[in-house]
């Protein structure tokens, strides 16, 4: 999707060009949907959520054998999600560029119903081989589940 949508520096300029990127947003207004305020304080209230009250987790925290080591299985799964959340989030931004620089909105042509099919569309239209987009929808799903 990358190279469709033009490179990484095509892709970057796109999505300031629209308002897409933004960074240090420090407005204290609640309804503002991302700010540095709201970022901080609800990832820190989802990990404690996740990491600290989660039965599950404390259940596997506390069979290791040493605090070092739970404390270690945190750290390393903490950078897990940040390897997983850059290229979620890099979709979200190759999506829009390839869309804006085609001047299409799939959903305002009614090429998907619902936001939630965007990136099966995508996939449908950019892997364009047979049995890739059903491959690449099916590793979605294992991987959800």
């Avoid at 700010?35 to 209230?45: F, K, P």
Wanted: proline fraction near 6%.
């Amino acid at each position: 999707g990358v190279i469709q949508a033009g490179g990484f520096q095509r892709i970057w300029s796109i999505n300031e060009e629209w308002g897409r990127i933004q960074f240090f947003n420090f407005d204290p207004d609640p309804t503002v949907r991302h700010t540095v305020w709201n970022l901080i304080i609800g990832t820190a209230l989802t990990n404690v959520g996740t990491f600290g009250v989660n039965q599950a987790s404390v259940q596997r925290y506390s069979s290791l054998p040493t605090l070092a080591s739970a404390k270690l299985s945190v750290t390393l799964n903490i950078l897990g999600l940040i390897v997983i959340y850059v290229p979620v989030c890099l979709v979200g931004v190759v999506l829009f560029a390839y869309y804006a620089g085609k001047d299409c909105d799939p959903l305002a042509s009614k090429l998907v119903d619902n936001s939630n099919q965007l990136v099966p569309y995508f996939v449908m239209e950019i892997l364009n081989y047979p049995g890739v987009p059903g491959l690449f929808v099916s590793s979605l799903f294992s991987g959800a589940l």
